[in-house]
Nanobody, 114 residues
Framework: VQLVESGGGLVQAGGSLRLSCAVS????????MGWYRQAPGKQLEMVAR???????NYADSVKGRFTISRDNAKNTVYLQMTSLKSEDTAVYYC?????????WGQGTQVTVSS
């Protein structure tokens, strides 16, 4: 299974970006899909997750600003990011959890300029 992220880039503070994660297999088989990020010198942190049933949870730092969604027909997971802040600058990774199998994408850079 391959996960390919896209949609990263450079944006000004207050702006928006939408990240996409295309999955090479049916994401309906994934129990949980998520977005994680890693800023320079910091640990990997969970940003948002969505279950097969559509339940979501978010890091406190992005609640109210980011929205995760999944399109099972397109085998794609999205992360809509609004009101971006400089502290959102990081490499964003897509993750898929299928029972005991954990899949990761290669990451996409998001840079927010202040």
């Amino acid at each position: 299974v391959q996960l390919v992220e896209s949609g990263g880039g450079l944006v000004q503070a207050g702006g928006s970006l939408r990240l996409s994660c295309a999955v090479s297999a049916s994401i309906f088989s994934m129990n949980v899909m998520g977005w994680y990020r890693q800023a320079p010198g910091k640990q990997l942190e969970m940003v948002a997750r969505i279950t097969k049933a559509g339940n979501t949870n978010y890091a406190d730092s992005v609640k109210g600003r980011f929205t995760i969604s999944r399109d099972n027909a397109k085998n794609t997971v999205y992360l809509q990011m609004t009101s971006l802040k400089s502290e959102d600058t990081a490499v964003y990774y897509c993750n898929g959890l299928e029972f005991t199998m954990n899949y990761w994408g290669q990451g996409t850079q998001v840079t927010v300029s202040s």
